[in-house]
């Protein structure tokens, strides 16, 4: 199982970002997705999954984060709206067959650095 995480980058408070994380080696439509993220000092912090159609969010993404998935692509979304300083972190995706296994398998991280 491999997965390639992008789209991080630099952006401004109050902007937006998507990460895309393209997954190969598994049945995808059936695999829990996810996205967790590291910043500096802190311990990594869940936020956000999809199993099937079912989205999960961690506390920090509720009402500014969408996941998504595209089966066809084999392709996972996060959309990140209204970004603050504090979304600074290493983004990672992580996938597994159920959502309780979903940290099997890390893709290698994207960076989202937001300015204030």
């Known amino acids: 199982v491999q997965l390639q995480a992008s789209g991080g980058g630099l952006v401004q408070a109050g902007g937006y970002l998507r990460l895309s994380c393209a997954a190969s080696g598994l049945t995808f439509n059936s695999y829990a997705l996810g996205w967790f993220r590291q910043a500096p000092g802190k311990e990594r912090e869940f936020v956000a999954a999809?199993?099937?159609?079912?989205?999960y969010y961690g506390d920090s993404a509720k009402g500014r984060f969408t996941i998504s998935r595209d089966n066809d692509k084999n392709t996972v979304y996060l959309q990140m709206n209204s970004l603050k300083p504090e979304d600074t972190a290493v983004y990672h995706c992580?996938?597994?067959?159920?959502?309780?296994?979903?940290?099997?398998?890390w893709g290698q991280g994207t960076q989202v650095t937001v300015s204030s």
């Open positions: 992580a996938t597994g067959d159920r959502l309780a296994t979903l940290g099997d398998y």
């Open positions: 999809i199993k099937w159609s079912v989205v």
